[in-house]
């Protein structure tokens, strides 16, 4: 079945924000967008983002005439606690517009917020291990999202990503009432993300396009999105990392990211997205980081079951052409992830994030980790559908590759 098929025999709902707000400058339309939903602003951000941002951000609202209240104790993989507290503030202080500034950090607070806002019960009732999917019956508040990273594409999904400390384990929420209402894109928010930020955003961003583009549920509209995220990430991911204050490349990035985000919310995450929560909950690394090191052993493992597919990504990444057939050039692509990943030094910045554990703290937690994976659902999403078997063997094999700190990928 081709996937233009798709739709001539099934209905499928696009979901996208009200308005993206797209270019340099675009930042200074808060206000506007702001004061079209309310008069009080609940601010999240993150306390390095708002000493960067802040001033200039609080000072548009002020001329707008918004009042602003401000939330900057969320910390990378938000947790439980950081979306209770952002809405005992909103609560307290009777807020009427959610403003998110920052990356997929301060979306997700946000987007949490909202639910607690709007819905009756605890944070954690809402996740898909619980509620489903589509788990949120009421719609956020007005959610206003200024993205500062390329990205995880959260200020145009369906999907919150949440820590739970109490467990380390994350959860996924998914549903159409926390897309934001607005997007802002401003390529010249994110020339101020660290160049390790740029290298795990980017690959987070290509691994959204790619997971989206093979995933069971993919069909011509994200199918779309996903080539053209691919396209621009794969020519300009390099560039903003080797050179931050490029302005092109950023914008190129920060168009590409929103498309893949587009693209996944639209179709599915897979396999990957489920074993890098467990693992990230365990290893305390960034979000991208840990899809770094999984996308290109499940490229692999999967590039058998949709080679077409496979094949175009593999072409796309420059790694095979059109006169390649269809599964020599598939076998290219998860080398050509991989390359990527090696250019941009990702299994390097391991060493910033501590100890990793022993072998055999490690196989303590395996098994957990796998079967949250499969709890997820993502794997279920993967055009090779693993066993519970296979799972643990790919976290094992991941262990050895590149985790050990004598591993061939760290050595
Ligand atoms: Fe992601």
Known sequence: MTHDTVLSRETRTVVSPSNVVFGVGAVDQIGDYASLHGERVLLIATE??????????????EDAGIET?????????????????????????????????????????????????????EIRDFGVDKAGYEGVPNPTPPLIAVNTTAGTGSEATRSVVVSDESTSTKFLIVSQNVVPDVAIEDPELSVS??????AFTGIDALTHAIEA?????????????????????????PVAWANGDDL?????????????????????VALVHGMARPLGAQL????????????????????????????????????????????????????????????LSLTGYLDDFGEIP??????????????????????DNNPRK???????????TLYDDALAPDSPRRS
């Open 193 to 198: 993300l660290p160049r390790s930020h740029t």
């Open 284 to 343: 305390h690394i960034p979000h991208g980081l840990v899809n770094a090191l999984i996308l290109p052993y499940v490229v692999e493992f999967s590039a058998m079951a949709a080679p077409e597919k496979y094949a175009t990504v593999a072409r796309i990444l420059g790694a095979a052409d059109d006169d390649d057939r269809t599964r020599a050039a598939a076998d290219e692509a998860a080398d050509a992830v991989l390359q990527l990943c090696e250019d």
């Open 69 to 121: 209240m401000v939330y900057t104790d969320v910390r990378p993989d938000p947790t439980v606690e950081n979306i209770e507290e952002a809405h005992a503030l909103w609560a307290d202080r009777d807020c009427d517009v959610i403003l998110t500034f920052g990356g997929g950090s301060s979306i997700d607070t946000g987007k949490g917020v909202g639910i607690l806002a709007a819905n009756d019960g």
């Open 213 to 237: 583009y093979v995933s069971v549920h993919s069909y011509s509209i994200p199918d779309g999105f996903a080539e053209e995220a691919m396209k621009r990430i794969a020519r300009s991911l």
């Open 48 to 61: 390095q983002i708002f000493d960067i941002h802040g001033e200039r951000v609080l000072s548009i609202l």
């Open 248 to 268: 092109d490349a950023r914008a190129d990035m920060l168009v590409g990211q929103l498309q893949a985000g587009q693209a996944f919310t639209n179709s599915s």
């Open 386 to 396: 693993p066993t519970t078997e296979e799972i643990r063997d790919l976290y094992l």
């Open 358 to 379: 022993t072998r055999e703290e490690y196989l303590d937690v395996v098994d957990e980790m796998t079967q949250d994976a499969i709890d997820s659902g993502s794997p």
